[in-house]
């Protein structure tokens, strides 16, 4: 059975800086491409960052290049997101998710990931 367990959320104020972590199991987490997605209260899940099987691509929503850094460690079966410049419209619960493939080919697409974590809180104060 795949578990996808988030890690790393919290409370920080503007401008600030937290890492998430995504610990996966039950699935040759090297093969696949991994996400992470967040949603807001009252709206939809959203795209933030894909990386492909190496590590060797990674993918951006706009409202968040050059703030948030994906990556991934295959050896410990963990993904990562590293969020810089935190504002208040970053707030959400944060999601990662295995894709059904290897790289970051319609990596936006929620169809496109098979499994899910079950969230970490992001909150950013003004």
């Known amino acids: 059975q795949v578990q996808l367990v988030e890690s790393g959320g919290g409370l920080v104020q503007a401008g600030g800086s937290l890492r998430l972590s995504c610990a996966a199991s039950?699935?040759?987490?090297?093969?696949?491409?991994m996400g992470w997605f967040r949603q807001a209260p009252e709206k939809e899940r959203e795209f933030v960052a894909a990386?492909?099987?190496?590590?060797?691509?990674?993918y951006y929503a706009d409202s968040v290049k050059g703030r948030f850094t994906i990556s991934r460690d295959n050896a410990v079966n963990t993904m990562y997101l590293q969020m810089n410049s935190l504002k208040p419209e970053d707030t959400a619960v944060y999601y990662c998710?295995?894709?059904?493939?290897?790289?970051?080919?319609?990596?936006?697409?929620?169809?496109?990931?098979?499994?899910w974590g079950q969230g970490t809180q992001v909150t950013v104060s003004s």
């Open positions: 998710a295995s894709k059904r493939g290897r790289t970051v080919l319609a990596a936006a697409r929620l169809d496109e990931y098979d499994y």
């Open positions: 039950g699935r040759t987490f090297s093969r696949y491409g």
């Open positions: 990386i492909s099987w190496s590590g060797g691509n990674t």
